[in-house]
């Protein structure tokens, strides 16, 4: 709820009144980004560097750092699990659209349009 609160007023350019929802909740982030590379750690060692399990974990990190507005890190990681998406389970597949679906939001939110079509 307070970051779609956050959210709504980094929208509006209201930073100042963001910047505190954001970092209130900061301290949970911080805790979920290392469970998260330790999985993409541990997916990468038992199933190597394209396997659909970690093109999930990669999209869950993304998402977190989303959240976060860190847009530039999570970018990357949209990117690559959306090329693992693709190359495993076919340019159609569910789990493709829906890491596409968040690359495309991450776009918009940065203003490129053009990319995010």
Known sequence: MLNNL?????????????????ERKQGKYDEAKRLYERAIEISEKVHGPNHPDLATRLNNLAGLLYAQGKYDESKPLFERAS????EKLGPNHPD?????????ALLQNQGKYDEAK
């Not at 956050?6 to 954001?22: D, V």
């Open 96 to 104: 493709v659209a829906s890491t596409l679906n968040n690359l495309a």
């Open 6 to 22: 956050a959210g709504l007023l980094e929208s509006q350019g209201k930073y100042n009144e963001a910047k505190p929802l954001y």
């Open 83 to 86: 090329r693992i998406r693709e």
